[in-house]
């Protein structure tokens, strides 16, 4: 499944790729993000991977990070692999006339699984709503500073 999402964040692509560039802000945007743990690879660099560790409740999930490009401010883009699943992500960020900046995230996921190509086709809405959820967070922790941790 593909879909892509586009948001515009009221700030400078400067500020937005420097928020973004941040390990430590990911708690911030990220609900659910519990804990990161660097694997290999130089942290934030191409190559490099990172276990993060999920908590939405009732289900607990574990990605691993791999960096496929990283060309901010324009660009940062990554594969998100757990069991069953993998997410092949492509985030570009463009300065927009007005001086804000306009992310658009290019998502595919690739089921391994039959069980999650299952929950793939029964309920494709509900990625490309915690995709639009994470953005819409990262847009108000930049606009405003708000932490989706508070929330």
Known sequence: MRYTIEIVIEKPITEVAKKMDSIENMKHWQEGL???EHIS???GEFG???KLNYDFGNRKMELI???T???FPNEFHATFNT???QNIQQNYFKSTDNGHTKWVSENEF???TFAMSAMLFLMPRAFKKQTKKFMTNFKIFVENGKSAANA
């Open 110 to 112: 690739q089921p391994t």
């Open 83 to 85: 069991k069953g699943m």
């Open 48 to 50: 490099a991977k990172m």
């Open 34 to 36: 519990v804990s990161t």
């Open 69 to 71: 490009k990283r060309n």
């Open 65 to 67: 990070e791999t960096i």
């Open 41 to 43: 690879g130089t942290p």
